[in-house]
């Protein structure tokens, strides 16, 4: 009796930790372009033991954990790391080695004799969370359907003649919405079709720097630049999709042109700056309990 209720306990726990896995988030991680996580290792209760080989069970463990938030990081609107991590058999291997090329730095042993390693894990660059993600999960495989690249956006109508704006920095500013920042933002006109995702870049330079990056501050996302160099472009958030940015129809035109050159010439000082507010965030919890409906006057005769 006693072991199944341990069983039982341990089961809870678990259950517990993937439903957190799944709903938590930190908007801090997409502002720093950078999962940070700590390992610990030692043995405080033996006199002697190998310090080597405490740091690298520190290191492992560090590895551990950016795994498990690596797998609940949003994707894109609708999926999860986790969600696609069946789609492609080279997705894991490649995520290893990002995880294994990680830097890494070692805290000195303190009076207990615990070992500390922490691991910065970048989410953008050439080798990165978010390189390993496109390669492996979101570039299609033959005979596997187009399910992360929209293909919609064909329905766009652009004018082919009309020349890119002159501004290098669009700030889409939805500070007064709940957003959930995501690996793979996409970018949508009134109508439901794509503008933009980082999957349109051409891939012999997709990964040189970000082409969407995040910020609370609007003075940062300003900051470096005058004030005919950015545009702030009108934008709003749909309930139903807290992951997906839908332009206005006033700044559709615009924004697409500047996207068309982004994606043409995706080495010119051109991105694109989503400032968010990371305490306006999806309320998560249960959920209210309904209240008894009061009985009529008839009812209780």
């Not at 306990?9 to 908007?27: G, K, Y």
């Not at 290893?96 to 990680?102: D, H, K, N, P, T």
């Not at 995040?214 to 005058?226: F, M, T, V």
């Not at 305490?279 to 959920?287: A, C, D």
Request: aromatic residues 8%.
């Amino acid at each position: 009796m006693k072991f199944a209720a341990k069983l039982a306990l341990i089961i809870c726990l678990f259950s517990a930790c993937s439903l957190r896995a799944d709903t938590f988030i930190e908007p801090e991680v997409f502002i720093g372009q950078k999962l940070e996580v700590f390992g610990l290792a030692g043995i405080p209760w033996e006199s002697e033991y190998s310090h080597g080989e405490e740091r690298s069970r520190a290191w492992m463990d560090a590895l551990h954990h950016a795994y498990e938030k690596v797998l609940s990081l949003p994707l894109m609107e609708g999926k999860l790391v986790r969600h696609v991590m069946q789609t492609n058999a080279a997705l894991k291997e490649r995520l290893g080695l990002v995880l294994m090329s990680a830097p890494k730095f070692f805290q000195q042993a303190d009076a207990s004799g615990l070992i500390r390693c922490r691991v910065e894990l970048p989410l953008t660059g050439k080798l990165s969370v978010r390189s390993a993600l496109y390669l492996a999960a979101m570039r299609p495989q033959p005979l596997q359907p187009l399910s992360f690249l929209a293909s919609w956006s064909v329905g766009l109508n652009i004018d082919e003649k009309a020349p890119a704006p002159p501004f290098k920095r669009v700030i889409v500013d939805l500070r007064s919405f709940t957003y959930e920042p995501s690996l793979f933002p996409r970018f949508f006109d009134p109508s439901g079709m794509l503008i933009f995702q980082e999957s349109m870049v051409p891939s012999g330079e997709r990964f040189s720097r970000p082409a969407v990056r995040y910020e609370s501050d609007i003075r940062l996302a300003r900051a470096g630049l005058k004030d005919e160099e950015t545009m702030t472009i009108s934008a709003h958030i749909s309930k139903l999709a807290l992951r997906d940015i839908s332009i206005e129809h006033t700044d559709v035109d615009v924004f697409a042109r500047f996207c068309r050159e982004l994606i043409r010439n995706p080495l010119q000082d051109r991105e694109i700056v989503v400032v968010f507010n990371p305490q306006v965030l999806r309320p998560r919890g249960r959920l209210a309990k309904a209240e008894p409906k009061a009985e009529t006057e008839e009812k209780s005769k």
